[in-house]
């Protein structure tokens, strides 16, 4: 069995993303790392190649600057990456996402089982949203607690929208056009620990600033420039909850150097009516009703 890893990144230390952790997390579970850095300006290429490891192969690309057609070029970017895949497997992690060296065991028993049951065209796994801090995760609907990470690398099978998951094309040349049928896939015990939302509130900011130029006129930027000039505001959440398990070996050294204090209050939220008898209905039973899935789990 051959696994291939893929990933982009951009100006990874500018907009201060876990991109080495991310890697770092994953190439014992693979036999190949495609690694797709667009033009970076702030040595993120350099650090990749001085991880000096053979199963790391860049692939340099120009980011379209006026591109901001609902964040698909991340989509596009992760498409390049998974072209050059050769794998029984490909193995997609974003760049702040990692995985915990405890699931590696189950990640790698789930692709040995299913490997030769074509009907299983994806693996997906469960999510930990952390928001704030380290200690802090946000459980509701929310954010997305399941999505496909692990698919096989065919020619049908293209990154979704941006780059959110993926789906199966008739066409996939034209997967920006195209609504695609989701995929068929397998729940397996790992999870991926997604950073996406913890950092000094100014980095905060300013990735997701650079995050909206993918999807918004100068117009939207300048008011989101405007609002958060201050840094990111991580009061304005619905309702978060204590992490109580452990993160990442690879993810110690950043945890460490937290330069920030993040006070939570939950009597401090924004959660509508409805949103709040969801999540009393979630935590009763567990499950997040009327979610949107896009897979179909056999």
């Known amino acids: 069995m051959k696994v291939t890893a893929f990933s982009f990144i951009r100006n990874g230390f500018i907009y201060d993303y876990p991109f080495i952790e991310s890697i770092q997390s994953v190439l014992p579970l693979c036999d190949e790392f495609i690694m797709v850095i667009g033009d970076s300006i702030d040595g993120t290429r350099e650090a990749v190649a001085g991880l000096n490891n053979p199963k ?16 698909l070029i991340f989509a596009q970017q992760s498409n390049i990456g998974l072209d050059y895949c050769t794998g029984d497997w490909a193995f997609h992690i974003q760049a702040d996402e990692v995985i915990h060296e405890k699931d590696y065991p189950a990640i790698k028993k789930a692709m040995a089982d299913y490997l030769n049951d074509s009907s299983v065209e994806g693996l997906l796994f469960h999510f930990t949203n952390f ?8 459980p509701s609907r929310r954010f997305h607690n399941k999505e496909i990470r ?16 993926f789906r199966k094309y008739n066409e996939p040349n034209n997967f920006l056009e195209e609504k695609g049928e ?9 999870t991926i620990y997604h950073y996406s939302f913890v950092r000094n509130p100014e980095k905060q900011a300013k990735k997701v600033i650079e995050m909206a130029k993918r999807y918004h006129d100068d117009a939207k930027l300048h008011e989101l420039a405007e609002r958060f000039k201050k840094g ?24 460490n150097s937290q330069d920030w204090v993040f006070d939570y209050k939950p009597i401090k939220n924004n959660m509508s ?22 897979y179909r789990v056999i």
């Not at 989701?182 to 790992?190: F, W």
């Not at 009516?273 to 896009?294: C, D, P, S």
């Open 273 to 294: 009516i409805k949103e709040r008898v969801l999540y009393a209905i979630q935590k009763l039973t567990g499950k997040q009703l009327f979610t949107y899935k896009n």
């Open 232 to 255: 990111w505001d991580f009061s304005e959440i619905d309702v978060l909850e204590q992490f109580k398990g452990t993160h990442p070996g690879v993810m110690q050294s950043r945890i």
């Open 131 to 138: 928001f704030g801090d380290y200690k802090h995760y946000g």
């Open 182 to 190: 989701k995929l068929h896939v397998k729940q397996i015990d790992a």
């Open 56 to 71: 790391i192969r860049i692939i340099d690309t120009v980011w379209d600057e006026t591109a901001r057609q609902k964040g």
């Open 150 to 165: 692990i698919i096989r690398p065919l020619p049908s099978i293209r990154s979704y929208r941006d780059s959110q998951g």
